[in-house]
């Protein structure tokens, strides 16, 4: 399986400000994820990050709020613009390995606006 | 809505005992299923997979059974070890496609 990282590991933002997150992995992977996990909720794919053109959001996530780089196959930023309190959550890189369709899982970033 | 629901937030088990957590869908067009496991503070790491043509997957002490005229997937772990305390995800999916539907956890606690 890919080992993944992601920076940082955890934050407190005040809000209005905007924080990005890297995803580093230790191999070539054509696809990437970016995933939510609020307090007590499910996760929840925000988009998936394409190589070489614009990411893919789903219904509820906009480009503006969550802007999403993918430069190369090995690594992937998500930013949380003008964050409020609600954008408190657990930020999850995920790849896929091709082990069916499963996904892998970063660490995550655990964010705290105030 | 919720389309994948795990309705036990908690389940405590003794150890050396079978550990079975459940999980219900309601869109019949899910084909793809996973459990995810997750200890604090780490990214839920790909415990087991089951296919819609399949009723039953296995490995070592895991086991996903599917019943899809139920839409029910379970996942069942003999014998239980303390070290199998995590939270559990299950997660579907169809299609091709790249969204996959989590449910919110069942945090299993295995007794020694």
């Known amino acids: 399986s890919a080992v993944i990282s992601q920076k940082p590991s955890r934050d407190i933002c005040q809000r209005g400000t905007s924080l990005t997150i890297q995803c580093q992995v230790d191999?070539?992977?054509?696809?990437m994820f970016w995933y939510r996990q609020q307090p007590g909720q499910s996760l929840t794919l925000i988009a998936t990050?394409?190589?070489?053109?614009?990411?893919?959001?789903e219904s509820g996530f906009v480009i503006d709020k969550f802007p999403i780089s993918r430069p190369n196959l090995t690594f992937s930023t998500l930013t949380v613009s003008n964050m409020s309190p609600e954008d408190s959550s657990i930020y999850l890189c995920?790849?896929?390995?091709?082990?069916?369709?499963?996904?892998?899982f970063g660490p995550g970033t655990r964010l705290l606006v105030l | 809505d919720q389309q994948v629901k795990q309705n036990s937030p908690s389940l405590r088990v003794q150890e050396g005992r079978i550990s079975i957590l459940n999980c219900d869908y309601t869109?019949?067009?899910?084909?793809?299923f996973l459990w995810y496991k997750k200890y604090p503070a780490e990214g839920p790491t790909f415990l087991i997979s089951?296919?819609?043509?399949?009723d039953k997957n296995e490995d070592g002490r895991f086991t996903v059974f599917l019943n899809k005229s139920a839409k029910h997937l379970s996942l069942h772990i003999v014998p239980s070890q303390p070290g199998d305390s995590a939270v559990y995800f299950c997660?579907?999916?169809?299609?091709?496609?790249?969204?996959?539907?989590f449910g919110t956890g069942t945090s299993l606690t295995v007794i020694p």
């Open positions: 995920s790849v896929g390995t091709g082990v069916g369709r499963a996904q892998y």
């Open positions: 191999s070539q992977v054509t696809m």
């Open positions: 990050a394409n190589q070489g053109s614009e990411a893919t959001y």
């Open positions: 869109n019949s067009m899910f084909d793809y």
């Open positions: 089951i296919s819609s043509i399949k």
């Open positions: 997660a579907a999916s169809a299609g091709t496609g790249n969204q996959f539907y």
